[in-house]
């Protein structure tokens, strides 16, 4: 009997260890879970500060460098564009090559120029339609949108057509605030948008060319659909004044020839002035662009770049919407008054070679461009560069924590964040060999 009791307390004894060890096991499992929620969370404020010091790092670049309007490479100017280290976090710059004919195989690393964009408050209906993926609908719709009437135009869409929705609303008869705005308008389904590029790093990557294997949608054909997303803008826009603030030389405002006689005559002297007049005549204050006044002006390169940034044509504190020539992508160059993609290509090819000086105006265009092309383009481009749009990446400790945010900053005097948008939803961008990179240490740690 006694032998019977040793055997029930031993059973007992062995239930109990057991029990103790399953506890044991199941508060170490917790804390284990509790210690890399902990350690997540830790990388994941890592990388938003990371974030944070790319935008201040970005600010000091511009004060730094001070180009007034010029165009800002930061690899070209020395500054890191990828895997930056701040302590044990790393932040990126994700960008595009601008001057690529193709589509690059792997991630572009660089601060984009806002200019370089088509913008959807000023681009017509013609020039919407020509972007990459658009659909004429959408465009109508764009135009329909922002304009401050109710008049539906052909194929676009109003405040009747957005009332029948599940989720009524009005059309907003105003400007775009974001691209994201965009989303709201009929026609904007997310192939058109976005195309295969879901995550919008501009590279085929390769859930994006698996047919229906996974998600995006693509038709694994090898070549990426980048979407319209990518090409468009609501922030492009030059101060409509000269570098010491005073007002520029409007070519058709009703003082012109008295105002571009005392330009002229300061910096090139009064002889110029007479010139210009007898090349001009009539059409002297009636110039659809500063391009357009150039060709008839008579002037030699060297001496209209004397004067070129303090003459406009338009009224108001801003120029708004004007593409970047020397900054923007094939599309975008295919989609301006006149530019047909051959011309586009050989637009790139040529700015490849352009000196610094030549890339500050857009003189450079007419070896290219015949004059009636010229005289077509030129109210819708510039050589300048007032925003920039950093798609900033940012992981923690080993990889973790990853953070994406889009950031605009307009860089007039002072430099300031005008825009800022979470993209971390969109999914790692890339590629997985950084991403392998990134979490090298993340099994042992483990």
């Known amino acids: 009997m006694r032998l019977d009791r040793r055997g029930i307390v031993f059973v007992v004894l062995l239930w109990a260890i057991m029990a103790l060890t399953t506890v044991a096991i199941y508060f170490a499992h917790s804390s284990r879970l509790v210690y890399l929620a902990s350690e997540s969370a830790a990388a994941g404020y890592q990388a938003e500060n990371a974030i944070s010091s790319a935008v201040e790092y970005f600010l000091y670049a511009i004060q730094t460098e001070e180009p007034e309007g010029k165009y800002l490479d930061l690899e070209t100017d020395g500054y890191e564009v990828s895997q930056v280290p701040l302590g ?71 405040s009747a057509d957005y009332l029948t929705l599940d989720t009524p609303y009005a059309a907003k008869n105003s400007e775009f605030e974001s691209i994201d705005e965009i989303r709201l308008l009929h026609g904007a389904d997310p192939e058109i948008l976005y195309g295969e590029d879901r995550n919008m790093n501009g590279v085929l990557d390769q859930n994006e060319n698996d047919g229906d294997a996974s998600w995006p949608p ?60 007898a090349n001009a005549g009539n059409n002297l204050g009636r110039p659809d662009s500063v391009l357009a006044f150039y060709l008839s002006s008579g002037l030699s390169e060297a001496q209209f770049r004397e004067i070129e940034n303090d003459l406009t044509v338009s009224e108001g504190e ?120 990134q979490t090298e240490g993340v099994a042992s740690s483990r």
């Open 88 to 158: 044990e976090a790393r932040f990126w710059f994700l960008g595009w090559d601008r001057n690529a004919l193709t589509e690059p195989s792997s991630p572009v690393y660089t601060a984009v120029d806002e200019a370089a964009k088509l913008n959807i408050n000023t681009a017509d209906q013609e020039m919407l339609a020509a972007l990459p993926g658009m659909t004429s609908e959408l465009a109508a719709a764009i135009v329909d949108w922002r304009d401050t009437d109710e008049e539906l135009s052909s194929e676009g869409a109003e």
């Open 318 to 437: 801003y120029r708004i919407g004007a593409v970047n020539v020397v900054t923007a992508p094939l599309a975008v160059l295919a989609c301006l008054p006149g530019i047909t993609g051959e011309k586009a290509e050989e637009i790139v090819n040529a700015r490849l070679s352009l000196t610094d000086e030549q890339r500050e105006s857009v003189l450079w265009l007419t070896t290219i461009l015949d004059p009636d092309t010229c005289r077509l383009v030129g109210p819708h481009i510039t050589a300048q560069s007032w925003q920039y749009g950093l798609d900033i990446v940012a992981v923690g400790r080993n990889g973790r924590g990853f953070r994406r945010e889009f950031v605009v900053v307009d860089v007039e005097d002072p430099p300031t964040v005008i825009f800022r948008r979470d993209r971390s939803r969109e999914g790692w961008p890339l590629g997985d060999e950084e991403l392998e990179s």
């Open 218 to 277: 693509d038709n694994e054909d090898g070549i990426l659909q980048t979407g319209i997303m990518r090409y468009i803008t609501v922030f492009s826009r030059e101060p409509n004044t000269k570098s010491d603030g005073s007002n520029k030389v409007n070519l058709r405002g009703q003082s012109a020839r008295s105002d571009l006689q005392t330009l002229v005559s300061e910096r090139l002297g009064g002889d110029v002035f007479n010139q210009i007049i």
